[in-house]
């Protein structure tokens, strides 16, 4: 994944296509262990702050203590300004 710096010159639509990989992974088996499972989300979570940031969604990387929880919020703030990833996943499914 690019750096941080880079994602200023990725388009929207390249941030989306990002969150929806590294989404489709989550999900994955198990066969990694558990450091590819915290990596795989490590992605998402990236991507997601990527896409929020992009779109001027405000986070807050010190809730990120309890990551579930900011993921969610940040998930809910994308679904409120048009882009419900749930849907998303009916259109790409994991």
């Known amino acids: 994944m690019d750096s ?3 994602s200023e010159s ?6 989306l296509a990002l ?6 992974c989550l999900d ?3 066969d990694g262990g558990a450091a590819d499972a915290v990596a795989r ?17 405000k986070e807050v990387t010190a809730r990120y203590d309890q990551p579930l929880h900011e ?3 940040l998930e809910e703030q994308l679904c409120a300004a048009g882009l419900d990833l749930s849907r998303l996943d009916e259109l ?3």
Do not use: F, M, N, Q
């Not at 990725?10 to 941030?15: A, R, V």
């Not at 969150?19 to 489709?24: F, M, T, V, W």
């Not at 989300?41 to 969604?57: F, P, Q």
């Open 71 to 73: 993921r969610k919020h």
């Open 19 to 24: 969150l929806i990989e590294s989404r489709s």
């Open 4 to 6: 941080e710096g880079d």
């Open 41 to 57: 989300e490590l992605s998402y979570d990236l991507a997601l702050v990527r896409l929020c940031r992009h779109l001027g969604i």
């Open 28 to 30: 994955a088996g198990t």
């Open 92 to 94: 790409w499914p994991k």
């Open 10 to 15: 990725l388009t929207t639509g390249e941030l």
